[in-house]
């Protein structure tokens, strides 16, 4: 069933044709099936580091895109999610299984464990003063009241960079396989549709982007779409 055109009978419509679907075993309404602690623990055992990455930089591309069209506190929520990614995926690089749990600064600590160059970019004051100014976005764009006191923030127009930096640094300790697809080589399993069909939208990502400033090559080129990358 398609809405050709939405009102609010045909949504109604389409509601009630969902609703017919629970239940049918077909993939526009599948169930949730919760996964007991041995069976989860053993898909993280089998879970290679890059898998991390692929959520990471899907992510990463949710952030950016975000940011360059104004939805900056969402945006800061996504790229927390990036960070904590990445920093599960150098945990389990490591053969160690990452836990559930969200705090970049506890994850941090994980990492340092395994790293014994105190010159290595996990020991850095530039990742901590990172994880400082994202940290507040974890809760503020999803709930009208938190845990924590609110105070004024501002997000500045160069911000994102912060994210692009973080990215290229932990690319740079965790490289992926050759043959996995790469959103800083212009492509991702999880981003055809938007590549395809909001060419603008999804070469807004690149604008600015130091991990392609001075890797151009890397950019995905559309002749629709006349944009400035540099």
């Known amino acids: 069933m398609k809405i050709n055109i939405p009102t609010v009978e045909s949504i109604e ?15 526009n309404m ?4 919760l996964l007991d602690p041995l069976s989860i623990k053993s898909n993280l055992e089998q879970l290679h580091y890059s898998e991390f990455i692929l959520f ?38 490591k053969n160690c299984i990452p836990s559930f749990e969200h705090p970049l600064n506890k994850l941090l600590k994980i990492c340092r464990e395994f790293e014994k160059r105190d010159d290595a970019f996990i020991f850095s004051k530039e990742i901590e003063t990172i994880f400082y100014k994202f940290d507040p976005y974890y809760m503020v764009p999803r709930y009208p009241i938190t845990s924590e006191r609110w105070v004024s923030r501002t997000i500045d127009p160069f911000d994102i960079n912060l994210l692009d930096y973080f990215v290229l640094r932990f690319r740079e300790i965790l490289p992926l396989p050759q043959n996995q697809m790469d959103l800083l080589k212009g492509d991702h399993i999880f981003l055809t549709l938007c590549k395809k069909y909001a060419p603008n939208f999804y070469l807004s990502f690149f604008n600015g982007n130091i991990n392609f400033t001075s890797l151009s090559n890397n950019i995905p080129q559309d002749e629709s779409v006349s944009r400035s990358f540099h």
């Open 13 to 27: 419509e389409y509601i009630i044709f969902l609703n017919e679907s629970i239940g049918q075993g077909v993939s």
């Open 30 to 33: 599948p169930p949730t099936d």
């Open 56 to 93: 990471a930089d899907y992510h990463y591309f949710v952030s950016r895109t975000l940011f360059m069209n104004f939805v900056r506190d969402y945006s800061f929520f996504s790229g927390y999610q990036c960070m904590e990614n990445y920093l599960k995926a150098y945990i389990k690089s």
